[in-house]
């Protein structure tokens, strides 16, 4: 973690030389202002990782800066300097919300050490945060399951390409897991202890787009109220993850080629750009090399994104790892049924587990085990408990179902058609549209079984 831009508050031209001289000469980007309110202009109009203000000049003094700033932007780095320094001086400073107070007249040494300080506990809250974000989301590193040697393959790709900068383009159909690889490039770096920050190309509109991968500054258009941070500045020292690269318009092409280029931000509406140090690993779903041919992805663009592409195989070309797979989603879904010891699949499910041709690949199989494990009627999985599509390959003969069966939410036996419908609702926390989905209804026909089963 370093602090790039610093933004330097003394009314001497003396020390706002000195100091822009002593941040420049080791890699920071440094901004002089004599006094407060041409300060706070300043950070109306840009973002800066640090301000160095002095505490006695003209009109409004470092202290109420630093107070004015605490409100506006909290999360902002603030060191205060003065040449009266006194215990009582540092103290307030300290109280206002200074991380650290410097004494004139100082060594440069002295501004570097403080700095290198700031910069330490900015990097382990921004760890921090990254660990409380992942144990969110539940991540676990071990969860790319695949013994298979195309998995294999994909897996000694990661371990040798993980410790570098280089960019990574992976390719494979939607639920290969791509997101999954990324990561694991991420955790298997260097920068593992920084942010590893996604961003979905796809979901973004186009005209967003710009804003929240560079950021913009408070006047930029008309919703810009305040200065806002991009995402690529926010995964500044870790890694950038632009998922469904393909979907990126043509316009933001040209700025995402310069930002690889450059390693460097321009927020929307600013007139200046900063250095960021971020590790970009894309995906995609499409083929990319096939839209360069047809103009609508730029091959510039291409190539630099392609310096090791990885392609991650679909779920039909390792049928080996479905077993596997299928043991490993079990295992995180089963606490939802606490009632049901020891949840196994039969043989029979097995097999058509084993058989099926997963358009959806990974993630048809995660949601297939979840809504097993949700209507499965005790804790073996069997081949009934699976949907119609994986049931066998198309055309087979369907399984006789049981008397008392009731898939799908259809009544053959109404105690236990209401049954299997209130288990669903009660796996999705009342979520109809989510409990549909499990029990593979349309939204219209729950309604109507819950309301003929009298579970309204």
């Known amino acids: 973690m370093t602090f790039r831009s610093v933004l330097v508050v003394d009314d001497e031209p003396s020390m706002r030389h000195l100091l822009s001289v002593i941040l420049t000469d080791h890699g920071r980007e440094a901004r002089a202002v004599a006094t407060a309110a041409d300060a706070l202009r300043e950070l109306e109009l840009r973002e800066y990782d640090l301000v160095l203000t002095d505490v006695r000049m003209p009109g409004m003094d470092g202290l109420a800066l630093l107070r004015e700033i605490q409100r506006r932007e909290p999360e902002l780095t603030v060191i205060v300097m003065s040449a009266y320094g006194s215990h009582d001086a540092a103290l307030e400073a300290m109280k206002a919300g200074a991380y650290d107070f410097l004494s004139k007249p100082f060594k440069p040494d002295e501004v570097l050490l403080v700095l290198g300080k700031a910069e330490e506990r900015e990097r382990l809250a921004r760890e921090n945060r990254r660990l409380r974000t992942e144990l969110a989301a539940e991540y676990r590193p071990e969860a790319i399951v695949g013994a298979s040697e195309a998995m294999q393959g994909v897996l000694r790709q990661v371990a040798k390409v993980a410790p570098q900068k280089t960019t990574v383009l992976l390719e494979g159909e939607s639920g290969t897991g791509k997101e999954l690889v990324a990561r694991a490039l991420h955790e298997r770096s260097p920068r593992a202890a920084l942010p590893f920050v996604a961003v979905n190309c796809g979901a973004i509109p186009g005209e967003l787009l710009e804003s929240e991968l560079f950021g913009h500054v408070r006047g930029a258009f008309t919703d810009a109220t305040r200065n806002k941070k991009g995402l690529a500045a926010e995964a500044d020292g870790g890694t950038l993850f632009l998922d469904e690269i393909g979907e990126l318009p043509l316009h933001l092409q040209v700025k995402l080629l310069r930002f690889l280029q450059e390693e460097e931000v321009r927020p929307v509406g600013d007139t200046r750009a900063r250095k960021v140090d971020v590790r970009v690993v894309a995906a995609t779903a499409r083929d990319l090399a096939r839209a360069v041919a047809e103009g609508r992805f730029r091959e510039d663009l291409y190539w630099r994104l392609n310096v090791v592409g990885v392609r991650l195989p679909p779920l039909r070309e390792r049928p080996e790892d479905v077993p596997a797979l299928a ?28 058989s099926h041709r997963w358009p959806g690949n990974v993630r048809e199989l995660e949601h297939v085990v979840e809504r097993a494990v ?3 009627e005790g ?35 109404p105690a236990r058609g209401g049954q299997r419908i209130r288990a669903a609702l009660e796996r999705t926390g009342g979520n109809r549209t989510r409990a549909a989905e499990l029990l593979e209804l349309s939204y219209r026909a729950l309604l109507y079984k819950i309301k003929d089963y009298g579970l309204g």
């Open 327 to 354: 043991a490993h989603f079990l295992a995180r879904y089963a606490p939802l049924r606490p009632e049901l010891v020891g949840m196994s699949f039969s043989p029979e499910a097995e097999a058509a587990l084993r």
């Open 374 to 376: 949700v209507l499965a």
């Open 379 to 413: 804790a073996i999985i069997g081949e009934e408990d699976l949907p119609d599509a994986v049931r066998g390959p198309p055309g087979s003969a369907r399984p006789a179902a049981r008397p008392d069966d009731t898939h799908n939410g259809k009544r053959a036996n």
